[in-house]
């Protein structure tokens, strides 16, 4: 599966990622789709993160997670996050598409979670359009 995007939509993708890592204290994002091939990415020159990877993982991440809210009776997944020792990834519905953002800085995962849920409908939004 491939994702074409016209220009326009392309650079204002880009800028709501610009935006997001700057509110949320991110150091990547991906936009992937729900298959894991990846959209659109932005990262923080900080950033050692591995677009590839982000959205290979996304995939992975996003059927365990659909399947433990089924399992354990959540009803709509809304967004898994992993938490490690040097950091955390947030994964997000966004309409037919994913957001992954990640990030070293333990203290910004709540501002994350809470941003990326609504980015994530204005991405689903620009996307569906």
């Known amino acids: ?14 800028e709501l990622l610009m935006g997001l890592t700057d509110v949320a204290d991110l150091d990547a994002i991906a936009v992937v789709s729900r298959q894991g091939v990846k959209i659109s990415y932005f990262a923080t ?3 050692d993160a591995d677009p590839d990877l982000m959205a ?5 991440l996003l059927v365990q997670g659909e399947m433990a809210a089924q399992r354990l009776g959540l009803d709509e997944l809304f967004e898994v996050v992993i938490r490690g020792r040097s950091g955390f ?8 598409f994913l957001i992954m953002g990640s990030a070293k800085d333990i203290t910004s995962m709540g501002l994350a979670v809470t ?15």
């Open 56 to 60: 290979a993982v996304s995939a992975a």
């Open 1 to 14: 599966m491939s994702v074409q995007l016209d220009p326009a939509k392309e650079k204002e993708l880009i």
């Open 115 to 129: 941003q990326m849920r609504r980015y994530a409908r204005e991405i689903g939004e620009l996307l569906a359009g």
């Open 45 to 47: 020159e900080d950033s």
């Open 89 to 96: 990834v947030v994964l997000s519905q966004a309409g037919d």
